[in-house]
């Protein structure tokens, strides 16, 4: 299966650079380049990529707001946005999780840990480290502009789907959860599948988020 890929950055070299690497290696095209958010958008309409490669600060339509207006467009909902950025700023971090993407990479990832993010992204895993995603959720869920949201989730979550959930906030996959629970990948897979139904989440990075923002798990600081 080939993972199709929209580069999203506003430096012509960037864009080369990761296009050459993309194109080396097997399993990979790269199916368009845009220089900005409004274009990046037009073109996650315009090809319906697996994924699009979206940086942080560009002109005009950042990527915070191109990934917002590619994840709330019903006819994009199968598109994974993984925001890749020089900047190591939590706030652009958890920005754009809320904003949908399903990872986050800073610009000086090793080729090989890039073209292993787009594998997970692509294979509907979210790309959330847990010591990065605990500090995350440590230092943002508690602003007022980050309010815990009123979700009727809570009254319908299960207490093993609540340890589920607990398991996924804290970054583990669906293996590590069903060797932590000592059940099947496909019992685990099948939970966390439920889960984000009920929360109406669009996919494991969203659904971190929304579990921490309306308290069905509670940030733990270490």
């Known amino acids: 299966m080939t993972i199709t890929v929209v580069l999203a950055d506003d430096q012509a070299l960037v864009r080369a650079g990761f296009r050459v690497l993309l194109e080396t290696e097997d399993g990979f095209a790269v199916v368009g380049e845009a220089g900005d958010g409004a274009q990046a958008v037009a073109l996650a309409a315009e090809h319906k990529p697996d994924i699009v490669v979206m940086d942080v600060r560009m002109p005009g339509t ?22 890749l950025t020089t900047f190591d700023v939590d706030e652009y971090v958890y920005e754009a999780l809320r904003s949908g993407a399903s990872g986050f990479l800073l610009k000086d990832t090793e080729p090989v840990e890039l073209l292993r993010a787009l594998r997970v992204v692509a294979a509907g895993e979210a790309l959330l ?17 980050h309010r815990r949201i009123d979700t009727a989730a809570v009254k319908v979550i299960t207490d093993r789907e609540r340890e589920v959930l607990g398991l996924v906030a804290g970054g583990l996959s669906n293996d590590e959860i ?7 990948t496909a019992t685990a897979r099948t939970h966390v599948s439920r889960i984000m139904t009920k929360i109406g989440a669009r996919d494991r990075a969203q659904l971190v988020v929304l579990a921490y923002e309306s308290g069905l798990v509670t940030p733990r600081r270490n």
């Open 62 to 83: 950042d990527g915070l707001e191109a990934t917002r207006r590619i994840t709330a467009d019903p006819a994009l909902a199968d598109v994974k946005v993984l925001v």
């Open 129 to 145: 480290a847990p010591t990065v995603t605990r500090r995350l959720i440590s230092e943002f869920v508690g602003r007022p502009e």
């Open 178 to 184: 069903a060797a932590h629970l000592v059940i099947s």
